[in-house]
């Protein structure tokens, strides 16, 4: 008896503590010059609040902005490296998010300590253009809102930082969002695509000791939402087949790249099939520190379906080949569109890999047919390209909670 009612008790602690605790946060002193910063769920150190840390601990020096994980690999890098960093869930996590001015996330609040951050400015810096219609979080009943107040994630975005005002006519109407809390700044992670001393990549390093290429090209497809964490046949479905595309690769001094998205579970027959290649390499990482754009700076060509970070990989001016295998499928069960697809990716579409085989030969070859729909497609959905976008930010930051 004694035992049950001790469970019931840390049950109710354990629903009142969190919503008690963030009530309170609406009410303790803030400063202005306190941010707290995270990403992906505290598991990782990417993206755009990877690149608005970095700009803050190196260019404004009076901001004290606080990385804030779960994952101790990620602490450890920050730590090592003398940048302020602390678990999210620790003493200290609690405490500098319950007296942070300013609480930056990239998607959902759970990105820092979501019990401590109400009285505090949200930043939300996105995590891309949407290509794929999103699917609108409901308003909560209003019982469970006052209860789990925490957990109005996709709810309340704060201030949202965008690329270009083409996405934010799309995104604010489908997501709930404040016109006036929109910021059009650009993406701090793409001030590397634009910087005259880009940072240095380690896994091309790894793989040049094996094998000194010329060209590296990327395959990066997006994951099908109905296959989440399922195999998915993007291969041999589509006429697959390793030994041509070594021969393709070996005569240009180039390899391939296959960075298949982490819910995307890879098949035992791909991974026998690349055992018979040196010049294909399944990159397959859940490495904290693993950043796709320090990638994206060293690859030669790009190859992708559907995902939106080609729109990225156009400020660097190199060709793209797309690959809407299962369009149809895509955009009837899957996932619909936000805009028009053959009219926003600059590029020969394949319909399978021989396809993919001849465009690749040919931009191999020096053939870039598409150049100039690449740069119409680039400036419309890249207001900015002056690799400043970390410094808006901040100045915006910096306007909204009033200080200079």
Not at 184 to 190: A, I, L
Not at 334 to 353: E, L, Q
Not at 365 to 394: C, E, M, P
Request: with cysteine; glycine share 4%; net charge positive.
């Amino acid at each position: 008896m004694f035992s049950k009612l001790v469970k019931v008790s840390q049950s109710i602690a354990g629903l009142v503590f969190p919503a008690v605790l963030y009530y309170l946060s609406y009410i303790t002193p803030r400063f202005n010059k306190i941010w707290v910063i995270g990403n992906r769920l505290g598991q990782n150190y990417l993206d755009n609040p990877k690149y608005l840390y970095e700009y803050l601990n190196s260019h404004e020096k009076k901001i004290k902005a606080i990385w804030l994980t779960v994952n101790d690999q990620v602490y450890s890098y920050l730590k090592n490296r003398g940048l302020p960093v602390y678990k999210t869930y620790s003493f200290w996590g609690y405490f500098y998010s319950l007296i942070a001015k300013v609480a930056l996330v990239s998607v959902v609040r759970r990105d820092i300590n979501q019990f401590c951050i109400a009285g505090a400015q949200k930043i939300t810096l996105h995590h891309g253009t949407y290509l794929k219609l999103n699917t609108i979080e409901k308003e909560k009943p209003l019982l469970e809102r006052i209860i789990y107040p925490y957990n109005q994630e996709y709810y309340d975005y704060g201030f949202v930082t965008f690329r270009d005002e083409k996405s934010v006519n799309h995104y604010h109407i489908n997501n709930h969002l404040d016109p006036t809390h929109i910021l059009v700044t650009g993406y701090p992670r793409n001030d590397i695509f634009l910087s005259k001393n880009p940072p240095h990549s380690s896994l091309v390093s790894r793989l040049k000791k094996d094998l000194p290429f010329k060209h590296l090209v990327l395959y990066a497809p997006t994951f099908r939402n109905n296959f989440f964490d399922k195999e998915y046949d993007l291969f041999f479905k589509y006429g697959w087949d390793v030994q041509k595309i070594d021969n393709i690769l070996k005569q240009h001094n180039a390899i391939l790249l296959i960075k298949l998205h982490f819910h995307h579970k890879v098949s035992q027959k791909l991974i026998d099939s690349l055992a018979t290649s040196h010049r294909v390499i399944l990159f397959n990482t859940d490495d904290p520190l693993e950043d796709n754009y320090i990638l994206f700076r060293n690859t030669d060509i790009l190859i992708t379906d559907y995902s939106s970070l080609y729109l990225d990989y156009l400020l660097l001016d190199k060709p793209v080949i797309f690959t809407p295998f299962d369009y149809e499928y895509y955009k009837s069960v899957d996932c619909s569109f936000s805009y028009n697809y053959h009219d926003v990716t600059p590029g020969p579409k394949a319909k399978n890999w021989p396809e993919i085989y001849k465009y690749l030969g040919s931009i191999l070859n020096g053939k870039d047919l598409h150049r100039a729909q690449r740069h119409q497609i680039r400036d419309r959905f890249n207001f900015y390209r002056d690799g400043k976008s970390a410094q808006r930010v901040t100045r915006e930051i910096k306007r909204i909670i009033g200080i200079k």
